[in-house]
């Protein structure tokens, strides 16, 4: 899903392109002019649950600090928090690496007839 797009966050920027196993997009909403932004946060890949809630805390705690958790979707993989002057919703994605795919083509290769 390109989660950008269906809140109108214009650029030809995708969390993909960092080359990352794993990113934390976020969409920054300006709560006074409601206009939008957007940051990609590489995470190490974890499955959704508790442990990947408490991920997104400590990494939103350091990109932004102002930011305040509110809620986590595990099915979703989606949180959102609130900061002083915008509304955070941040999305859990993992991507398809170059390593990931080498080693795919690695195993194709020992196991083909």
């Known amino acids: 899903m390109d989660w950008l797009a269906t809140y109108e966050v214009e650029t030809d ?15 920054l909403r300006d709560l006074d002019t409601d206009s939008r932004s957007h940051a990609f946060i590489p995470v ?5 649950g508790e442990e990947q809630r408490e991920a997104i805390v400590r990494a939103m705690a350091t990109r932004f600090p102002d930011a305040r958790w509110k809620t986590y979707n ?14 955070y919703l941040v999305i859990y994605e993992e991507h398809e690496t170059a ?14 007839a």
């Open 13 to 27: 920027e995708c969390a993909w392109h960092l080359g990352e196993a794993a990113t934390l997009t976020v969409i």
């Open 44 to 48: 190490k890949p974890i499955s959704p």
């Open 74 to 87: 595990e099915h979703k993989q989606v949180a959102s928090f609130v900061g002083s002057r915008h509304l």
């Open 99 to 112: 390593d990931a795919a080498d080693d795919r083509s690695t195993q194709q290769t020992l196991f083909a």
